[in-house]
């Protein structure tokens, strides 16, 4: 490969080995942050022009020229050199293509150590605020969701064993929860993604008289970075993100699982849509919930980017160090990861076929009415303990010949406890032991209501201008 002369090269006697720039060479992944990288230089170039570090002609000039390669690279044209190492040499040298040696003022009071922090930060702040959108849809169809079947019954699980029943809306405002914290935590990460470190040069600041604040201002950050070597050293802001990834992801895994076993023969609880599973090419009749396990699935790639990152910086000693390009690759594919399995998730939820019947059959089984018959004992005076244990006979008495605890007769119930009434059917019956969990956030159909309500307040709050 014939090399032009590096432009970091005046040092150096012999060219580089091709194996080591194509080893060092990041511009495949960093170009991702082009148009940020053209901005960032645009805000530069203006403050220098402003504070008279160049002239107002030079800064023109260059301004000029670097929104021609603006334009170029949303057309597609710009024409990438990875021989050019990165995304900052590839658009700074295609400047001094176009404009000539002033191109080479450019980099003035500026390293690429502040710059590509620069960038991904502003990369970041845009990439935040999409996955913010796309959660925001999610728990929209989430609330719908769970609106739609307020009157199933399902089984609550603990240990993946029937414990007592709930209403699948309960159960899907659960998942509602988890993401509202989950956009809670994208939305105050902003704050700390927002700080420019554009200023801070290769660690030590610079002797030009520069504006940080002006830059900062022009490019929309919220502050300056106190500590130049903080600015262009620290990476908890993609710590941060990825780690907000993982969380969201191992959500959406939990999530994928549910429909994974709740769409098997065995529970049949719920039907996917034809348009978001797969067949299988040998066995006709499959239809493989593949959607969901490829997000159960790339939960484990998102998570390895969140260790891969800490494991980059951990050994790092101040201030820049080249192990930190690193840390791009897996801040794009896990920004990516989340917002195709968030955009997937909104658009086949709509669409699932819940079977209430099966639902409410497996909901009814296996004694998830025993804590009542305890709770009842319990109301009319009995130590909890001791309706437990009255309770556990007569489930495992039940156990022996086959029976539901609500087909005992009255008189074999008070074999065990005199305190039984012909009441206690009413209290056995599966709409009733969900309904008689009134507590605050519990099962029973009011709190449900309630929750959908607080939902949609929510949702509303946020869609309205100064929302978050
Ligand atoms: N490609 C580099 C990165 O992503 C840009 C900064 C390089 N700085 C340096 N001194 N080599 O980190």
Not at 246 to 259: D, G, P, Q, T, Y
């Amino acid at each position: 490969m014939a090399q032009d002369k590096r432009m970091w090269g005046g040092r150096f006697t012999e060219v580089t080995d091709h194996q080591v720039a194509d080893f060092t060479a990041s511009v495949e992944v960093d170009r991702t942050m082009a148009l940020e990288d053209v901005h960032g230089s645009i805000a530069h170039v203006v403050m220098l022009g402003a504070q008279g570090i160049l002239t107002e002609d030079e800064a023109r000039r260059i301004v000029q020229g670097l929104r021609g390669i603006e334009t170029d690279i949303q057309a597609g044209c710009f024409r990438w050199r990875n021989d050019l190492e990165d995304v900052h040499m590839n658009i700074e040298h295609a400047l001094t293509d176009r404009i000539g040696p002033l191109g080479g003022k450019l980099h003035t009071a500026r390293s690429r150590n502040d710059q590509v922090a620069t960038d991904l930060r502003l990369w970041l702040r845009k990439a935040v605020q999409e996955i913010i959108h796309a959660l925001q849809a999610f728990r929209t169809v989430l609330v719908d969701l769970a609106e739609t079947h307020l009157d199933v019954i399902m089984p609550g699980y603990t240990h993946l064993q029937v414990a007592q029943p709930v209403l699948l809306a309960h159960h899907i405002l659960a998942y509602y929860e988890m993401f509202t914290r989950d956009e809670a935590r994208f939305g105050e990460s902003l704050k700390r993604i927002g700080v420019s470190p554009l200023g801070a040069g290769a660690l030590a600041g610079t002797g030009f008289p520069i504006d940080r604040r002006k830059t900062a201002a022009l490019l929309g950050f919220t502050a300056v970075s106190r500590n130049s070597m903080d600015a262009v050293a620290s990476r908890d802001f993609t710590m941060e993100f990825l780690s907000h990834c993982a969380i969201a992801m191992v959500h959406l895994s939990r999530l994928s699982e549910e429909l994974i076993l709740w769409s098997s023969q065995e529970f049949g609880f719920v039907t996917l849509p034809d348009s978001h599973t797969t067949g299988s090419s040998i066995m006709p009749q499959k239809k493989n919930p593949d959607v969901c396990e490829l997000v159960r699935g790339k939960t484990g790639g998102v998570c390895g980017n969140l260790m891969a990152q800490l494991m980059m910086m951990k050994g790092l000693p101040l201030a820049y160090n080249r192990d930190m390009q690193e840390d791009k690759a897996g801040v794009f594919e896990a920004q990516r990861t989340l917002l195709n399995a968030l955009q997937l998730y909104a658009s086949m939820l709509p669409t699932l076929q819940v079977h209430a019947d099966r639902m409410r059959e497996a909901a009814g089984r296996s004694y998830s009415n025993a804590t009542d018959l305890a709770d009842y004992l319990a109301r009319k005076g009995t130590p909890f303990r001791e309706a437990h244990e009255v309770t556990g006979r007569l489930v495992a008495l039940c156990l022996k010949e086959g029976l539901a605890l609500e087909s005992l007769t009255l008189e074999r119930m008070q074999t065990l406890s005199s305190l039984i009434d012909a009441d206690i059917y009413e209290h056995l019956a599966l709409a009733q032991v969900v309904n008689a969990r009134t507590s605050y956030g519990g099962t029973a159909r009011a709190q449900v209501e309630a929750q959908v309500s607080r939902a949609r307040q929510a949702l509303k709050e946020q869609r309205q201008p100064g929302g978050g």
